[in-house]
Nanobody, 119 residues
Framework: VQLQASGGGLVQAGGSLKLSCAAS????????MGWYRQAPGKQRDLVAVITGGGGTNYADSVKGRFTISRDNAKNAVYLQMNSLKPEDTAVYYC??????????????WGQGTLVTVSS
């Protein structure tokens, strides 16, 4: 499974960005799709995840500001980020828990996209 993420960039505090990630390959099924982020010198943390049925879970720090969504037909996941803060600056990684043809369920990671929020 290959993940292609896009949408990162530089934005001023209070602004918005939308991240996109599309999965491709011999995909049998995708269970959970999500976004994680890693700030310089820190561990990678969960931002938001969404199940195939649309159930969501968010980090407390982004609740009310970020919205995760997915398009099952396109094997894509999105992250709408509003009211961005400098502390949201990080590399954002797309993650899927998927079954690929001939392989068991496992995690797949995208290459990361940098989000920089200036004050």
């Amino acid at each position: 499974v290959q993940l292609q993420a896009s949408g990162g960039g530089l934005v001023q505090a209070g602004g918005s960005l939308k991240l996109s990630c599309a999965a491709s390959g011999s995909i049998v099924g995708i269970r959970i799709m999500g976004w994680y982020r890693q700030a310089p010198g820190k561990q990678r943390d969960l931002v938001a995840v969404i199940t195939g049925g649309g159930g969501t879970n968010y980090a407390d720090s982004v609740k009310g500001r970020f919205t995760i969504s997915r398009d099952n037909a396109k094997n894509a996941v999105y992250l709408q980020m509003n009211s961005l803060k400098p502390e949201d600056t990080a590399v954002y990684y797309c993650n899927v828990k998927a079954v690929q043809l001939g392989r068991p369920l496992r995690d797949y990671w995208g290459q990361g996209t940098l989000v920089t929020v200036s004050s």
